[in-house]
């Protein structure tokens, strides 16, 4: 399995970005594609998870109403349309693959994570 993401870069606050995550070597429909993030010195924490198998859907709260995670299964790639960005310093934002949809996408649900991609928001 292999996930790759992009789209990461540098944003004032209140911009917007969208992060891509193309996944590979999986039967891609079988599979919940979660997005974490974690700042520096900071746990990694989950953002958003969409279920392929049943369109399922996750959000932290700090992220709802902001954040739309949706899925190109043509692709097998999952977006992550990040808008109304908060300050906050840099983040790594992963996505992480997994074969079952776990409670609050919690990350120990997740086998196979990307390489990671970095966001930071300017105040």
């Known amino acids: 399995v292999q996930l790759r993401e992009s789209g990461g870069g540098l944003v004032q606050t209140g911009g917007s970005l969208r992060l891509s995550c193309a996944a590979s070597?999986?039967?891609?429909?079988?599979?919940?594609i979660g997005w974490f993030r974690q700042a520096p010195g900071k746990e990694r924490e989950p953002v958003a998870c969409?279920?392929?198998?049943?369109?399922?859907?996750y959000y932290a709260d700090s992220v709802k109403g902001r954040f739309t995670i949706s899925s190109d299964k043509a692709k097998k790639t999952v977006h992550l349309q990040m808008n109304d960005l908060k300050t906050g310093g840099r983040a790594v934002y992963y996505c992480g693959a997994a074969g079952v949809w776990g409670e609050r996408c919690a990350g120990e649900y997740f086998g196979w994570w990307g390489q990671g991609n970095q966001v930071t928001v300017s105040s």
């Open positions: 070597g999986l039967i891609f429909d079988d599979y919940t």
């Open positions: 969409f279920s392929n198998v049943d369109g399922s859907t």
